[in-house]
């Protein structure tokens, strides 16, 4: 008897050992998330019906690039990958990466970090999927299906608006 006594208070330290490990780990890392060193953006929307899309913005020092990935509206839906990663489109992109950046920010977006939200009810509905990397090599990583974390309204609305201008940029150079 004695020695399951030992035993129960071995395994205790040994999970609160775990347990506190853990906590400070996520805690140090949060410390390294912070707005001002976002280099990466990917955001995917998925939906059951409707437009589904997905858009990455990274930044290396000065330069921009974009990939927008999405079923064209104004063209039979057919899939496009868009790619801009030319001096045309900086300023742009630039442009695109400072208001996601900012709405990050408004609705406290680094405290998503690995959420991971799903509604096993719902039969079909729409998800998303996010990763913010960092210049230090630290990545945020959220997703859900049918559930999303506070303020996620906000946000989604933002790259739905976004896509809608890429989508109008990108037939406005095809003219």
Known sequence: MKHLYIAIAFMSIVAMFIFLRKDSFKEKKQKVMEISEINGIY?????????????????EESNYFLNAKFDDPENSYKP?????????????????FDRIIAVFDNNDVLSWDGFDGHDPRALDGWGFDLRIDFGNGSQLIAKGENSFPKEYSEVRKEFYDLINEIIRIYHDSEK
Do not use: C, H, P, V
């Open 43 to 59: 955001y995917k929307y998925n939906a059951a019906r409707g437009l589904s899309y997905s858009i990455e913005i990274k930044k």
């Open 80 to 96: 496009t990958d868009l790619i801009w990663e030319s001096e045309e489109y900086a300023q742009t992109i630039k442009m695109f």
